[in-house]
């Protein structure tokens, strides 16, 4: 290979729309690309994306003489890609909740059959963060959880489970991004924990996936000042890299970075010089995950560094040999994995929705009496997050639960202020409602959501609170209202809770 087709191969790109636009093709036959990711906005039908995914080999196979990795975020639960009728997983802590490991093993089985299937190769999944920071606005249900055996299991499970349907997997984000209260999307977080306590917590679970076989660590944009020496976060930082998570930890297989796009690495360093840094701290795969230009620049600024003396061509050559160790044994359109699931993917998801919905002042099965006359309540889904997926803007939780009931249909801002709260309240009022249902959405974070339900509270009408997301916002009412924790904000999560109310 020369070195433009080697820096290709460490390089992870992406694009804006369902196709291959000519700025993509021409990046790959310029710089010898050799990867892809895939997002929401790539995806348009199960049809759709099998063809992108067999262009997308068609080229890189043509202009570099390997297979690409495609890879794709598809954790489940708010960070899921396909499209409907796939197979769309309730996300970590949801399957936490069913408290069975195998429905994590399966889960990720099914998962990585139906990647295989419509043509993507590595799954950039399962997180493996714990969740020790209510209030991180970026990890939550993505989670499995704040108890590090409960993620150290259900984790190493769908590692498993993926490895075994014949696709790559990368656990994530090393060594752990639980515990922040920045979204690395849009600043650079900084966690003040020595080396000594992640071995106490946040490394546990990443020992275990590296022990247990992990292909690939995604690292995270965090700054850990008491242990990197450089003052940078992880993705660059040699200390990270080298000494902990390679030396200490004997992880051989593939690092890779999140993107760096991303503002802790665009706004404080450059995605290019990030991209340098990056590999120079021992990365193998870098993700530039959706500017062209910039995966261009980052390319070009490797090779410099590389004939500059700045980075090793062994550098170079050991991240190249093992990304294509990985690639003969899962990129290649022909392998296939070695075990396949017995379950009916579409019973088997309704059934983890059904089983990781929570009562949490009730037990499990407790039907709550609607009543004649019902009041549904609810704010729309909204992005909290740039790692979650688009939202479905035509998708009302009051509304969707007042066509299966009857009552009456309501909804709030994300964050209602105090007029919009007063409005509610006399609404309530003015009425006779035989219940009150409210569906929140990250309300610990929106305070109006809170302050909303506790006025409601306040009202002593039969009460039901469900929580969409995050659900510390149940925490917020007292226990005399029915509490219903459903992870998401989907129809299938919707559909879940149904049975749970009667009238």
């Known amino acids: 290979m020369t070195l433009k087709q080697k820096i290709g191969q460490m390089i992870v790109a992406g ?69 409907e009728g796939s197979v769309n997983i309730p996300g970590a802590m949801a399957l936490a909740q069913t408290g069975n490991k195998e429905n994590a093993y399966e889960a990720a089985l099914l998962t990585g059959q139906e990647l295989r299937e419509l043509g993507i190769n590595f799954n950039l999944a399962p997180v493996l963060d714990i969740n020790n920071n209510p209030h991180n606005p970026v990890i939550g249900v993505r989670s499995f959880g704040p108890d590090k055996a409960v993620v150290t299991e259900y984790g190493c499970e769908m590692v498993k489970g993926y490895l075994d349907s014949g696709i790559m997997c990368s656990v994530k984000h090393f060594p752990g991004h639980g515990d922040t209260a920045v979204d ?21 679970p990443f020992k275990e996936a590296i022990r247990r076989g992990a292909t690939a660590v995604t690292l995270a944009h965090i700054l850990f000042p008491k242990i990197g020496k450089e003052n940078l976060p992880v993705t660059m930082s040699e200390t990270m890299i080298r000494e902990i998570l390679r030396n200490r930890l004997g992880f051989k297989g593939l690092v890779i970075s999140d993107c760096l796009e991303m503002n802790a690495i665009k706004e404080y360093f450059g995605t290019a010089f990030g991209a340098k840094k990056a590999i120079m701290a021992g990365v193998d795969l870098i993700f530039i995950s959706h500017t062209a230009s910039l995966a261009a620049e980052a390319a070009r600024e490797i090779e410099k560094a590389v004939e500059s003396g700045e980075i090793s061509i062994s550098r170079i050559d050991d991240a190249v040999e093992r990304i294509l160790a990985y690639k003969k044994r899962y990129a290649s359109p022909d392998s296939e994995g070695e075990k396949k699931s017995q379950k009916e993917p579409g019973d088997f998801v309704k059934s983890l929705f059904r089983e990781s919905i929570r009562f949490t002042n009730r037990e499990r099965g407790y039907n709550h009496l609607l009543g004649e006359n019902p009041l549904f ?54 009425k006779e409602y035989t219940n009150l249902v409210m569906g929140t959405y990250n309300g610990h974070l929106n305070r109006g959501q809170s302050s909303l339900a506790k006025e ?6 039969p009460m039901v609170m469900a929580a969409f997301r995050n659900p510390y916002d149940l925490d917020e009412v007292g226990d005399e209202v029915d509490k219903i924790a459903a992870y998401e904000y989907s129809r299938q999560s919707f559909e879940a809770v149904v049975p749970l109310l009667k009238q």
């Open 15 to 83: 694009f804006p729309a369902g196709e291959l636009s000519e700025e993509t093709i021409q990046l790959v036959r310029e710089h010898k690309i050799g990867n892809m990711i895939l997002f929401s906005h790539n995806v348009e039908s199960r049809n759709q994306l099998k063809t992108l995914c067999g262009s997308i080999q068609k080229l890189v196979k043509e202009e570099t003489g390997e297979y690409a990795f495609i890879t794709i975020d598809q954790e489940g639960g708010v960070v899921r890609r396909l499209p």
């Open 184 to 204: 690395s999307h849009l600043s650079l977080p900084c966690i003040r924990k020595s080396y000594e306590d992640l071995e106490q917590e946040e490394l546990i």
């Open 377 to 430: 309540l609810s704010c729309y889904a909204y992005r909290s997050t740039l790692a979650s997926s688009s939202v479905m803007d035509d998708l009302l939780f009051a509304s969707f639960m007042q066509e299966r009931f009857g009552g009456e249909a309501c909804s709030f801002s994300i964050d209602p202020d105090y007029g919009e709260i007063n409005e509610i309240l006399e609404k309530v009022k003015s």
């Open 456 to 461: 409601l509270e306040k009202l002593r009408i």
